[in-house]
T-cell receptor, first 108, second 114 residues
Framework: RKEVEQDPGPFNVPEGATVAFNCTYS??????FFWYRQDCRKEPKLLMS???SGNEDGRFTAQLNRASQYISLLIRDSKLSDSATYLC?????????FGTGTSLTVIP | NAGVMQNPRHLVRRRGQEARLRCSPM?????VYWYRQLPEEGLKFMVY????????ESGMPKERFSAEFPKEGPSILRIQQVVRGDSAAYFC????????????FGPGTRLTVL
C-alpha cells in the first residue's frame, strides 16, 4: 500500500468555482502534513502546512483528520493561476512522503 | 539569498555512462534530500544527507547509485552505468534543520538516457 494516496484527477473547473482535494495516508505515526504545489516541469513549492485544528490561508483551507488518516485541501474562488498539480505530503521519521498529485485546471 | 541550485538542468547520457548531478543547498541549510520523479509519478525519496554524513539512504537503489555531501562544495548524486529506466527528473531539497517544516526544492535535473 502506498504511504500517501491521492485522486490524480484531472479536475477541470471554471473560474470562481470551489474545488476540494482529498488525500489519505497509511502510517498512523506520521508527524507532519503539508500541501505542496507543482507547476508543469517545475519544482514543488510549499503551499501550506496542515494542522489538526484546520487552517486557512486566504482562499485555501486545509484540514487534517488523524483518526481517519485523511487530509483535505479546499480552494475557493478558483483563479486561472491555481492551475497546477497539488501534492499531499506526509512526514514519518526522516522521510517526506509525496503523493502522486492531483491535477487542477481552472478554465476561463 | 540564492535558492537551491542544481546543475546541470538537463543531462543526456548513453547507456553505460555515468551521471553526476550536483546540488547546492540554500545558504545556511545543512540538510539535503534527493528525490526522483518518474513521468506521471510522484516524488520518491532517495536519500537524506547532512554535511559529510548519510543519514537515511533507504530510498536509494542498492546498486549503481551513491550520494555524498562533502564538507566543502555541493551534494553529488552519482549514477553509474546508467540504464534507460534511470531517465527521470531528480530534485534536490534543503532545509536548515530536519525538524524544520518546509523543504526548499531546486529546479531539478532532467536526466535522459539514450
Amino acid at each position: 500500500r502506498k504511504e500517501v494516496e491521492q485522486d490524480p484527477g484531472p479536475f477541470n473547473v471554471p473560474e470562481g468555482a470551489t474545488v476540494a482535494f482529498n488525500c489519505t495516508y497509511s502510517n498512523s505515526a506520521s508527524q507532519s502534513f503539508f500541501w505542496y504545489r507543482q507547476d508543469c516541469r517545475k519544482e514543488p513549492k510549499l503551499l501550506m502546512s496542515v494542522y489538526s485544528s484546520g487552517n486557512e490561508d486566504g482562499r485555501f483551507t486545509a484540514q487534517l483528520n488523524r483518526a481517519s488518516q485523511y487530509i483535505s485541501l479546499l480552494i475557493r474562488d478558483s483563479k486561472l493561476s491555481d492551475s497546477a498539480t497539488y501534492l499531499c505530503v506526509v512526514t514519518a521519521g526522516n522521510q517526506f512522503y509525496f503523493g502522486t498529485g492531483t491535477s487542477l485546471t481552472v478554465i476561463p | 539569498n540564492a535558492g537551491v541550485m542544481q546543475n546541470p538542468r538537463h543531462l543526456v547520457r548513453r547507456r553505460g555512462q555515468e551521471a553526476r548531478l550536483r546540488c547546492s543547498p540554500m545558504k545556511g541549510h545543512s540538510h539535503v534530500y534527493w528525490y526522483r520523479q518518474l513521468p506521471e509519478e510522484g516524488l520518491k525519496f532517495m536519500v537524506y544527507l547532512q554535511k559529510e554524513n548519510i543519514i537515511d539512504e533507504s530510498g536509494m537503489p542498492k546498486e549503481r547509485f551513491s550520494a555524498e555531501f562533502p564538507k566543502e562544495g555541493p551534494s553529488i548524486l552519482r549514477i553509474q552505468q546508467v540504464v534507460r529506466g534511470d531517465s527521470a527528473a531528480y530534485f534536490c531539497a534543503s532545509s536548515p534543520s530536519h525538524s524544520y517544516n518546509e523543504q526548499f526544492f531546486g529546479p531539478g535535473t532532467r536526466l535522459t538516457v539514450l
